[in-house]
């Protein structure tokens, strides 16, 4: 599918889903802060627009922030379709949530140098580049307020899997730290402030190579969301109930800041030992959320993927229900459909023209 083609999408979808939830787009509206759990977030396959589409009539409840990923080294070309992909989500009343990785060229041609290359300033052109292109999409409201989106930055540094983490043996820790306050100095010295862009800082639950997460952390006045990813699988490592996911991850995170506690991924597969068992995996999503609420975390993004394994809650290989959409019949998770169907569970905001209020843009409500 050519760029043509996916904006065309876009606005067919886009214009279809305005129901979904009662959002409108009035822009003199504004709104309260709501009071709720966590932030509902997703990130779906390509196109992202029209699967967007079908997985929210069957949520019927509009995602707050949808998850588009980028390569710190894109083209100003690519940058340019990224841009096109928030200006959809952001359309389509979400706040987008940018997780940029520090790759050039492609992932298997970067080195493990790579962070301390961005530190020292060797990819500024890229930097400035994305700062430019993000200013001016904040900034495009033909008189409206500003948009806004979220931003994590180089995340799962803890791993070997990942260039610019320090377990990768090119870097260390203290390289990641500059690396991340460069490139986010860079980007906000154009004017932008925290209520149009919040920097999200991403561990992995689990890491490789025995650093401490905290080493990793770049200060309180450079980022403003934590966030904790997370699996579970039984081909990694084992199936493990969420706090023996996530709790040592949050207590070392929790041991440096104070910034409000996302997931920014998370999934569940049903692959068991032996075979699949979508009811298992139908009540680990119950007891995730569950376990969500209990530790106060702000910021929920399920990752709505078939990559390493099925991931999906929704039009994926198995499920523990169907549903039907658009007249056709699909498998589901109807666990995951609940916990959106609850009151506390906060989606887009309904008046806001900002999609979110301040404070629900910053976790303090």
């Not at 690519?78 to 790759?103: D, F, K, N, Q």
């Not at 080195?111 to 060797?122: C, I, N």
């Not at 900034?139 to 377990?167: H, I, Q, S, T, Y």
């Not at 450079?222 to 996530?246: H, K, M, Q, R, T």
Request: overall charge negative.
């Amino acid at each position: 599918m050519d760029r043509r083609q996916f904006l065309g999408l876009v606005g067919a979808s886009a214009g279809a889903a305005v129901g979904v939830a009662g959002l409108t787009r009035t822009a003199s509206e504004t709104g309260a802060t709501r009071t709720g759990d966590f932030l509902a977030g997703v990130s779906v396959d390509r196109p992202t627009v029209e699967t967007l589409d079908r997985f929210e009539r069957w949520t019927g409840k509009r995602h707050a922030v949808v998850t588009q990923y980028a390569a710190l080294g894109q083209s100003d070309e690519e940058i340019a379709w990224t841009m096109s992909v928030l200006e959809a989500l952001w359309e389509r009343g979400h706040v987008p949530m940018l997780v940029l990785e520090p790759t050039f060229g492609s992932e298997a041609a970067t080195p493990t140098t790579v962070s301390a290359d961005v530190a020292a300033g060797d990819h500024d052109g890229r930097v400035d580049a994305w700062g430019d292109a993000l200013t001016d999409w904040v900034r495009r409201g033909f008189g409206r307020p500003n948009r806004r989106l979220f931003v994590e930055f180089a995340p799962e540094m803890n791993g070997d899997w990942v260039k610019w983490g320090a377990p990768a043996g090119g870097s260390t820790p203290e390289d990641y730290v500059e690396m991340f306050r460069r490139v986010r100095g860079r980007v906000m010295s154009t004017g932008l402030d925290a209520s149009d862009v919040q920097w999200v800082w991403g561990p992995n639950a689990g890491g490789r190579g025995g650093i401490p997460i905290p080493r990793y952390y770049p200060g309180d006045d450079a980022v403003d969301w934590a966030a904790v990813n997370g699996y579970n699988w039984w081909e990694w490592a084992g199936w493990f109930s969420p706090p023996e996911i996530y709790a040592k991850a949050f207590e070392q995170v929790r041991s440096v800041t104070d910034a409000p506690l996302a997931i920014t991924e998370v999934a569940c597969s049903s692959e068991v030992g032996g075979g699949n068992d979508p009811e298992r995996k139908a009540a680990w999503i119950a007891d995730f959320y569950d376990y969500v609420v209990a530790e106060d975390v702000r910021l929920v993004s399920w990752f709505e993927h078939a990559k390493e394994t099925d991931w999906r809650v929704f039009d994926g290989v198995r499920g523990t229900d169907g549903a039907t959409v658009g007249g056709e019949t699909v498998r589901v998770y109807d666990a995951y459909k609940r916990v959106m169907d609850r009151e506390s569970t906060l989606g887009a905001h309904p008046t806001d023209p900002r999609r979110l209020t301040d404070r629900e843009f910053r976790g303090a409500f």
